[in-house]
């Protein structure tokens, strides 16, 4: 038993590692927008995410962490 929690502990940090990097990628990339949003290295996909979560037609997407919520239900 103390095998497998071990054989977790390294695959959870392992996990860890391999996502910081990509993680760095997309904070840098916020960053670099914030600094100048109107730079023609951008698309538009910020400018757009964020006209949709204006009007509230930004589409929720469920995920393990935060399970779709169904109406009606409690």
Do not use: W
Not at 36 to 42: D, E, Q
Not at 63 to 74: D, I, K, S, V, W
């Amino acid at each position: 038993m103390d095998i497998d929690r071990s054989n977790d502990r390294k695959r959870f940090g392992i996990t860890r590692i391999g996502m910081a990097l990509p993680q760095a990628c997309v904070g840098c990339y916020y960053v670099c927008f914030a600094e100048n949003p109107t730079s023609r290295l951008f698309d538009p996909t910020i400018p757009e995410r964020l006209h949709k979560m204006q009007e509230g037609a930004d589409p929720l997407v469920p995920t393990p962490r935060f399970p779709q919520q169904h109406p009606g239900a409690a």
